[in-house]
């Protein structure tokens, strides 16, 4: 199994939440049009009338809701990628960004030996313009991959997200299967002909030699918010304005909650003001890598974090950015290429701002000799492609 990750880094402080520590904050790239009132969306009712039949809800079960609950969900049935959406991601900026990953499975796939098949499998595939691009070099270098037997698998629960993924991954060459009720709610086969599956669950994925990848993923999952108070510290729930009655505002507990016994300590920076629309805007977390490598520790080995610049640059982007734009005749093209370029390695756009993050099987680092102790602070001795420079072999 290899899994990479790339998403937002917050300060490597201890922070408590129930599945990965992270620091609450609204989302990094937006489309401007956060609205001036707040309005009493249909997810604000459903809160509302939650809160109160059954009192405060935690931060976590607040994102659950506004993220992903199946009927009003901000995941769910909307599309919210692009230029038309509120945000865009970096395979939404440049088609060198979802080659270069590309490169990095196969790589990785020469590296462990080059096994007759593989599971690619991306946890929350967006548009599916990442997964596209990156198969897009599995065909063109179909001659290593030519005795290699590759599927994809998605795990989405957006019904509107799976449907666009499958337009873009499958252009409909040939008819979907769907079975709303199966574990694998839906199927088809790619335009280069690789049978792909969507879930609504990771466990459901079938077992096998796998790589994961999860882009912007882990920011989503929801988080236990804490604040430091003269009684130690106390979990911050979402409760109705008693002044204002369609309005939510931030509580404290009044005493400890089990969500406590997770804590390492807190911090946190917020842009804007979450509670305001919910469900019509996206709620992420900058995830606390730290804390995913403690957990793996002894499982398996980890890599990075490493600044997003960094990983491009040691995969080749100038390399390709160069091929691309001597391809390219038509100004506006190049223009394209060279924006794109700008915003994903600029330090002071996204190429500081995320990073990339492996877990690899420890056989993979020179038979895991190198394995580090959890109170280590240096990284693992690296000749993983993006964490070293990329190297074929």
Not at 278 to 284: F, I, N, R, Y
Not at 366 to 373: D, L, M, P, S, T
Request: include cysteine; glycine fraction near 8%.
């Amino acid at each position: 199994m290899n899994v990479l990750v790339r998403s937002g880094l917050g300060p490597l402080c201890a922070v408590a939440r129930a599945a990965i520590p992270s620091i609450w904050r609204g989302k990094y790239f937006s489309s401007g049009n956060e609205p001036a009132e707040n309005p009493v969306t249909p997810m604000l009712r459903h809160l509302i009338y939650k809160i109160k039949s059954t009192g405060p809800i935690t931060v976590a079960e607040y994102m659950k809701e506004v993220l992903t609950n199946p009927a009003k969900g901000y995941y769910v049935y909307r599309d919210m990628l692009g230029e038309k959406g509120d945000f865009i991601t970096s395979p939404e900026i440049s088609q060198i960004f979802g080659e270069l990953l590309g490169i990095w499975f196969i790589s990785e796939w020469m590296a462990t030996g080059k096994s007759t098949a593989f599971q690619l499998v991306e946890l929350g595939p967006g548009r599916g313009t990442l997964v596209g691009d990156i198969l897009r070099v599995f065909t063109q270098l179909g001659s290593v991959l030519k005795n290699c037997d590759i599927s994809v698998h998605l795990v989405e629960v957006s019904q509107k997200l799976s449907e666009i993924q499958a337009l873009t991954l499958t252009e409909e060459k040939v008819p979907l299967e769907r079975n709303a009720g199966s574990p694998v709610y839906m199927k088809g086969v790619t335009k280069s002909g690789i049978p792909v599956s969507w879930y609504r669950d990771l466990h459901d994925v079938p077992k096998g030699y796998s790589f994961y990848l999860a882009h912007e993923f882990f920011d989503v999952l929801p988080v236990h918010k804490f604040q430091k108070t003269p009684q130690g510290w106390r979990e911050v729930f979402v409760d109705i304005d008693p002044q204002v009655s369609d309005k939510l505002r931030f509580v404290l507990a009044p005493s400890a909650t089990p969500a406590e016994a997770f804590i390492q300590g807190f911090c946190g920076h917020k842009l804007h003001d979450v509670l305001i629309a919910p469900g019509t805007a996206d709620l992420t977390a900058d995830v606390d890598f730290s804390y995913l490598r403690r957990m793996a520790q002894g499982k398996v080995a980890s890599l990075g974090p490493i600044k997003q610049h960094t990983f491009l640059k040691n995969m080749g982007i100038d390399v390709r950015l160069k091929v691309l734009l001597d391809k390219s005749n038509e100004p506006s093209v190049r223009q394209q290429l060279l924006q794109g370029y700008d915003m994903l390695m600029n330090p002071k756009k996204m190429g500081e701002r995320f990073n990339f993050f492996a877990l690899l099987p420890h056989q993979r680092l020179q038979g895991g000799r190198h394995r580090r102790n959890a109170r280590q602070s240096k990284p693992f001795a690296s000749l993983v492609a993006g964490f070293s420079e990329l190297a074929w072999q």
